[in-house]
């Protein structure tokens, strides 16, 4: 089985992603961002940059795919290739940051990827406004993290919603996140799982 976490940057992925895995005991594929040699780079200079991050993600998630197409475990991915070609690629390339001749060679690489992706068997995406991004982004205190413009947030959190409302075909549970702390309160993350438990297994009736 495997199970894709999607969000923005500080909707709290990774650390949703490491709690779930240990709550039910499934394997973590995390997002390579502490050992991406170009993730700094990126931040300085967007533009430069652009081309050259988004293909490491691109390799980094086909493998993360071919492991997860060997393993008989349940697998929990932090970001999954989706996310990456729709929202982040897309986005780059619609703020002038892709040239037409790199989002063409990117897009003719991920269609060859495509005809050996399935779609996650859960999409559990984290829903959260620009302004709590901000206040994650700034508490958690990555250096190359904190020149991110709003405006940049605000167009990859539109590009999340259209993404997740209209593209998106797989199954997804959606969880808003800005009025949760589930890593800190014991209840709001059994909020989480008791609606994860009703999607994957039917144990408990979805109460709104």
Known sequence: MHIGIAGNIGSGKTTLTRMLSDYYGWTPK????????????????????????????????????LDIAKSKKVIIQDRTIFEGVYIFVANNYAMGNLSERDFSTYMRLFEAIMSTVKYPDLMIYLRSSVPHLVSQIQKRGRDYEQSIG????????????KFIG???????????????????????????????????????????
């Open 30 to 65: 995390y997002e390579s961002v502490t050992y991406n040699p170009y993730l700094e780079d990126y931040y300085k200079d967007i533009p430069r940059w652009s081309f050259n991050l988004e293909i490491y993600f691109l390799e980094q998630r086909f493998r993360d795919i």
């Open 150 to 161: 709003i405006d940049y947030l605000k167009g990859l959190n539109d590009r999340y919603e």
């Open 166 to 208: 209209e593209d998106y075909k797989g199954k997804v549970l959606t969880i808003d996140a800005d009025n949760l702390d589930f890593e800190n309160n014991p209840e709001d993350f059994a909020h989480i799982t008791d609606k994860i438990d009703s999607e994957l297994y039917g144990l408990f009736p979805d109460k709104q």
